[in-house]
């Protein structure tokens, strides 16, 4: 298995970041990493969405897990290998919200291809979650 976290804190509280979140229209608005999304569905889990990165090919994804106010999981299954990824939302004392994203490569061919593509995947999630907070904040 390969992982990665990153996390920030901001002053928006959680609810303002879920709407962000819940909106997956709108993600190329604040997040530089997706030049193009078609969502298949509402946010629940099953539905599917194709997230285009700038200069980059489509990427098909799932929702495979929510529970509402709190953190998503997206999956993209690579066939010998599973990209998910937590998007979730934890309380700091005295209001506002740490915001964390995990990244996790499973199976058979993890070992070989998580070092290969999982920095590239995490690389932009410092600048992600600072143009998240930026907008929750606004």
Request: no cysteine; hydrophobic share 40%.
């Amino acid at each position: 298995m390969w992982e990665y976290e990153y996390s920030v804190e901001t002053g928006a509280d959680a609810g303002t970041v879920w709407r962000h979140w819940s909106d997956m229209a709108a993600w190329p608005e604040w997040n530089d990493g997706i030049a193009k999304i078609e969502v298949d569905g509402p946010f629940a889990v099953g539905t599917t969405f194709t997230m285009v990165p700038p200069g980059d090919e489509p990427i098909r994804m799932r929702l495979v897990e929510i529970v509402p106010g709190e953190l998503f999981t997206d999956e993209m299954d690579g066939g010998e290998f599973v990209v998910r990824t937590v998007h979730r939302l934890e309380p700091v004392e005295g209001g506002g919200a740490r915001i964390v994203y995990r990244t996790e490569i499973t199976g058979p061919a993890a070992g070989q291809i998580g070092p290969e593509i999982g920095p590239a995947i995490t690389a932009d999630f410092p600048d992600v979650l600072a143009a998240l907070v930026r907008r929750a904040e606004a």
